[in-house]
């Protein structure tokens, strides 16, 4: 079956106008282009006209209410870049618009396969004429410049002038609602006019971003077809005051006409290339030479590999099936591929959290290109590496006398965060950084990745540990941070954190014992300054690192004071209070035991071997009972541990929980863009919760099991450059070494060696090989 | 020895101006003028040109750099409502002005007995001719509404044309400093445009505030005198565009000719009065019948009851004794007194804090009208009464069910603090109010006020602490609040708010069994809703309150987790680190035991009997190593503690902090307005600490010790309607009931009941009557 997204004979309207620009989004982890309707919007429509340049952004201020010392008072935003969707239709002068009762047949997709958003409809005029609309819009993987938009209509009965009105603006605004916390709630001119080339059928309009002073170039391009054959059209017009440009072409219609409109849109910026003007002019010729079909097929087969490196397929359940490929769809169009930019929390499909990069990408994300996609994640990691002395000038100005401490928001690595109780005390970023890397090292096995990044990051927020961290008696505290739950801020000794550190602690030690024997290390050691003495030290911390536990009801407190507060009535409290944030004070919240996310739990997926499984599963009922998941990141590792701790009906339930929160816009601000990392931990539930998959040094560990609701499931992953499969059914469960060198496995507790195209199979008894 | 406080021969320059115009201030509850020089300032000066109505404010927008719910997002600001300071001469069309080099004697004054301020100077024009200019101003207690400024020229032998340009300008701005966390740091024209009136001599301005619409009158009537003889001047100018009026006269000088230039404002505003431009000129027609001299003579009158009334005097230290009579006077001149008005942070001098009243009131500042001018106090009480409706509306929007709770920062008794976690969350405020009202019905006996007023407050506020707290155990326990001390942010337990909200809580008990016994009882109750279970789980509260006590080191934590946080190093920090919240980041500082002022010492000055004192004394130890004492509400608590923990000389040293830091200026920012709560605090340190006084429901106790630089002091003071002198010499020390009923006393531990016009003495050995 097709992986495909689907909508029929729905119809759009004010309500759910944005919500379908974000889920039609077309990305390709540079550009991001929201499903908007080519026709200019009705007044009073709710939507978000955007298209966004991974990485592209300007600076606001952002003040505060209170000028206290060192506090953020700018921060970067993510920038609407230009207008190339609009295109405007006049049928003898009647402006098609999907405002208009007479639409029938609508249909809009998302094709994954082909890599394609398409709406197609039919349209009656006023006088009764039919015609028919087919789009196709894509964003390029084999050119990233590359947004296309391919623009069919068909005279079923129509007869007269066909006006053709497409225009390509430069000087555009961001979305702007006030009211929502989540957004940015403010307007800025961020755009200014730099320069403007027009030259035949080319428009070429360079902006600048006011105080980033970042330049983007926009090329467009129209090729308009009648019946197959390729017409002259006008050359645009260029409007100076807006910096925008305009065609105009008229066409004469008859009953079974055929127009194609294929707009070709090439942006480039001065982040990527000096002169983004002939870089975007240059790209544009060589693609106008290639043409749309060319790049159709160079779409289709990226897509081809993507699928096949994945395979994750679910029987029996459509539903999940489809949520699951939109998910991992998704995934792959927000992902920054070059080193220069990272995953926002939205990806590139809206301007929710206005483009920040979080922990979302190391923590949800990462990890399922980590298994897939392993230049993907290295790439994401190299960004980190480069803006590791924005992280050591954040440590800086936190107070730190050593190490780095990453943002909790940002774009080039500034902390962008604005409330810092809930934004830059949650320290464990560094932890989730380190916690990555080490993560891609597993699955990938690149040591020199780790000796020319890695190991440098990792020492970094390893110092930064050593700073904040004190001793009391024997044990090494972590004071005044803030965990991944944000309804409880500013503690000492939060679980994660505490366990995020040790982690990232006792990793540099496995990887400066490794490092030490090779000739290499001399001049690393010279370089960082470090001493066998300050290891030691790391050691020693990491050691008697404290991780609370609390011995009369046998859990690990989420931090010291936690269990001291009385538990939140969350039975109690009106269903339209939900979620908390936006109903009550952060005092109050943080006032009691309530939990807006997985904290400990996380941690325990995370690090399993730092408790014993009845302490996790004491934990495990007693958070759940105080969880309100009013965050996105929450339900897949509730589904997750439930997995690994054998409750395989709320790990299922937490999963559908997770897979279709933008399908079904459960959060209810899905328009404002997707939440990416919920759709990488969606993935993780099946692959670490389900297959209960353990990615360790020199072995893989799996004990698939299946929900009852499915009928099989199966899925590939690379570990160390194998590809490996794993199938699961109603009868027996199977692994197969696909590609590559021989790997220790632990299949169902059996431990065994796979050979190339070896596999196993457990039968419910016993592993057995193939 | 005359109450003045005077410099001589001093250079006015740019660092010193703005300090100036705070020490020379004039102020009567309600006008607030700062000392800013008549003559136009010179470029690049850094003044700030102000007259404020205590009470009379704008709003202003405070954003939030993240939207949390019901944060603050608008702030109360003071305004800056008229200039009618501005008087500029011109002899023979040279412009008199301080910045002139040829400037000789100079003096300027503050006459606390004569209630006024004067600056005296020879100055010299250019062509050599000599002028004698003195200037005396004055804010009237006898009519609050009333400003003057007495401006006398003498010739010397100068000859010739004096004009004079007497500005009268009602749209004024705020000062504005970006830089200062501690100001507004943003400017607004808050005042437009409403009224004018010019009529003779007069001329009457009405201003609006832009948000807030609140009118002010302003009226100025000149009048002026040649030798004496007053004189036809010319009527004011209205300049329409600024909404302001010129009064320009023109008068031929002879050698030993003396002009003098009276110059009246009257004020009036909206929340006082109906019309207020009626109301001013009203009243400057009633004033102008009664002339100056009239109110210099009330002034004065005013003032010998004031000082009798407190008669505090040092002997044997001049310079602490005038900055005790300074800070006394300063305290007066701040307090609102109608009732619809407190006294803020800086008193009416100047802009710092932008006017907001603070805890500092009841905690610093009230003690000392309660015990010399009750009536004040009464109606500091007053406005927290009246404003205890909004305080109900703050406790709905911190998710509280139940109660009152009080603003961190406010002028009309809304929440104006921008920053929650060290505004808001300083619960404390509550207990604060009703430890103030204790205090005050301690004083003055007034069981009237609190069946009126004082005891709903009490319960408003004792009814928050029974929403926000929880039993933990058999521990009645508050979390998340923070404490005084600002470096420390939202705690568990915080030893202070537990104590006061005990104290609160008890009270409660105390005045409820005393009211049943009357008739009013039964309605009260039922109008407040009380029942008896309500009263006895208060009581259970009170007595089950935890106040956290560490076992090991003997001493009362601040909080929960206070002492499991490492000891900031005080001594190892550069001093251009302090205050330390200007040079380090919150977060950063709450990380590490560090005090920036008095916050668990303050209570064992306020709630004595919670602890022995053993557990005080290694607190005090303990606690003032690690104070900053960045705040200036902090050396007297300290002062106060050591003289009643038996350390003399550094209960001396503290006050020496205290009662100087405005007169020199130690914390750098007096340029902003005095620290009012500190002058309060010199005060307490002295009558509580020295002379050991304490008040009780039937009793007063004292032990008086003489600080070693001292040869005597003495002061007076109010106690349930009788009026109490005590002496402190180096060979003995009196008590003297000068006025009023019988009175129980404990002098120097032995308990003596004291007949009107009785005394004791206590001479190193024993206590015996006079």
Same mark, same amino acid.
């Given at each position: 079956m097709a992986r495909v997204y689907a909508i029929k004979n729905f119809k759009i309207n004010k309500e759910n106008l944005a919500l379908q620009e974000t889920l039609f989004h077309n990305a390709n982890g540079y550009i991001g282009v929201r499903g908007t309707l080519e026709e200019s919007s009705a007044e009073n429509m709710d939507t978000m006209r955007g298209m966004y340049l991974n990485g592209v952004y300007d600076i606001a201020p952002m003040k505060q209410a209170e000028k206290l010392c060192n506090l953020v008072e700018e921060k970067e935003t993510m920038v609407n870049v230009a207008d190339t969707q609009t295109i405007d239709l006049y049928f003898e002068g009647e402006h098609f618009s999907i405002w208009n009762d007479k639409i029938s047949n609508f249909e809009r997709k998302l094709d994954m396969e082909d890599g394609v958003s398409e709406r197609k409809l039919d349209w009656q005029t006023r006088k009764g004429s039919r015609i028919r609309i087919e789009i196709i819009r894509m964003t390029s993987f084999e050119e990233r410049a590359l947004f296309t938009i391919d623009y069919r209509i068909t005279s079923v009965d129509f007869c007269g002038k066909l006006e053709i009105k497409s225009l390509h603006k430069g000087l555009v605004q961001n979305y702007f609602n %006030?009211?929502? %916390?989540? !957004?940015?709630?403010e307007s800025h001119q961020h755009l200014q006019k730099k320069d403007v080339r027009i030259e035949g059928r080319e428009s070429c309009l360079v902006s600048q971003t006011a105080k980033s002073k970042i330049q983007i170039a926009s090329s467009v391009t129209h090729c308009i077809y009648k019946n197959e054959v390729q017409m002259e059209e006008k050359p645009p017009v260029y409007h100076k005051d807006e910096h925008s440009a305009c065609l105009s072409d008229c066409i004469q219609l008859e009953p079974g006409d055929r127009i194609r409109i294929v707009k070709y849109t090439v942006f480039a910026d001065s982040i990527r290339c000096r002169d983004c003007m002939v870089t975007a002019r240059t790209k544009m010729e060589q693609i106008l030479k290639k043409g749309i079909d060319f790049y159709y097929e160079c779409q289709r087969k990226y897509l081809k590999d993507f699928w096949e490196n994945a395979a994750m397929k679910i029987e029996g359940d459509e539903d999940m099936d489809s949520s699951v490929s939109f998910n991992m769809y998704a995934l792959l169009q927000a992902a920054g591929a070059d080193g220069h930019a990272s995953i926002a929390a939205k990806g590139l499909s809206g301007e929710g959290y206005e483009g920040h990069y979080f922990w979302d990408t190391e923590m949800f994300m990462l990890p399922f290109f980590a298994l897939t996609n392993p230049a993907i994640a290295k790439q994401l990691l190299t960004f980190r590496y480069e803006t590791l002395n924005k992280a050591k000038e954040n440590a800086a100005l936190l107070g730190h006398e050593e190490g780095a401490l990453y943002p909790w928001r940002t774009i080039t690595g500034r902390e962008c965060s604005?409330? +810092? %109780?809930?934004?830059?005390?949650?320290?464990?970023i560094n932890g989730d950084i380190a916690y990555a890397i080490v993560l891609y090292y597993l699955c990938t096995g690149d040591w020199e990745f780790i000796k020319e990044k890695g190991l440098e990051v990792l020492l970094e927020t390893g110092r930064l540990w050593m700073d904040v961290g004190c001793w009391k008696e024997d044990r090494f505290c972590i004071n005044c941070v803030t965990g991944p739950d944000e309804y409880t801020c500013m503690v000492n000794n939060n679980y994660y954190t505490n366990a995020c550190a040790r982690y990232n602690l006792e990793w540099i030690g496995r990887f400066t014992d490794k490092f030490q024997k090779e000739d290499g290390w001399r001049s690393f050691a010279d370089q960082m300054g470090l001493t066998i003495r300050e290891l030691e030290e790391m050691d020693g911390a990491a050691k008697g690192m404290f991780l609370p536990y609390d011995e009369k009801l046998g859990i690990n407190p989420?931090?010291?004071? +936690? !269990?001291s507060k009385p538990v939140w009535d969350i039975k109690g409290t009106p269903k339209d209070k939900f979620p908390l944030l936006l109903h009550y004070h952060p005092l109050h919240l943080y006032r009691y035991q309530v939990c807006k996310q997985a904290d400990t739990i996380l941690s325990y997926f995370l690090f399993p071997d730092y408790q014993d499984e009845e302490t996790m599963k004491k934990s495990f009922s007693y958070y759940e009972e105080i969880t309100t998941h009013d965050s996105s990141l929450s339900t897949c590792v509730f589904s997750i541990m439930a997995s690994r701790l054998g409750m395989k009906e709320k790990a299922y339930r937490y999963l559908g929980d997770s897979a279709k929160l933008d399908l079904l816009n459960t959060h209810k601000n899905t328009k404002d863009g997707i939440h990416a990392a919920n759709m990488g931990g969606c993935y993780m539930a099946i692959v670490f919760g389900f297959a209960m998959l353990q990615i360790k040094e020199n072995t893989i560990s799996l004990s698939p099991w299946l929900p009852d609701a499915w009928h099989a499931y199966r899925f590939r992953f690379r570990y160390q450059g194998r590809l490996v499969e794993v199938q699961v059914n109603r009868d027996e469960s199977r692994i197969h070494l696909l590609k590559g060198e021989p790997v220790e496995t632990e299949f169902y507790g059996a431990k065994k060696r796979l050979e190339e195209k070896q596999g196993l199979k457990w039968n419910g008894r016993e592993v057995c090989f193939l």
């Open positions: %006030p009211d929502d %916390p989540r !957004l940015a709630g604005g409330y +810092f %109780p809930s934004g830059t005390a949650q320290y464990h989420q931090d010291d004071s +936690f !269990l």
